[in-house]
């Protein structure tokens, strides 16, 4: 089998999110307010949990990481996601769920949840390879 463009070696295409309603208020607003109001924002839950990890509140990280990972994981399904494939970090929608995934595999490691660091650290990279080296993971 032949790869596609943009696909992984299994052919997968990749899934690639609608565009962020929150985006734009978070430009300009705090996270917290901005994920009040767009509860369903990957990317609020996201900089909720590097801000909490750049302070850190490991716990409140490991939470705030946690929501935008399963927001993420909702959207991703939404998306025609079925479990496996590429998430480019190219796609810019795509970066709110691969940085709450990046804050979930760093914050499991803090808590000492080895396991899930792993976890979640092998499947950003499974998923953009590219995402995982911006994200320093």
Known sequence: MTATPGSDLLGIPPTELPP???????EEGDPRTVAAAYPSSCLAWAMLAEDALHEGDDVAAYAYARTGYHRGLDLLRRSGWRGQGP????????QGFLRALAALAKAAGQIGEAEEAVRCTEFLRASSAAGARELGL
């Open 87 to 94: 998430v480019p970090w190219e796609h810019e929608p795509n």
């Open 20 to 26: 962020d309603p929150a985006a734009r208020a978070l």
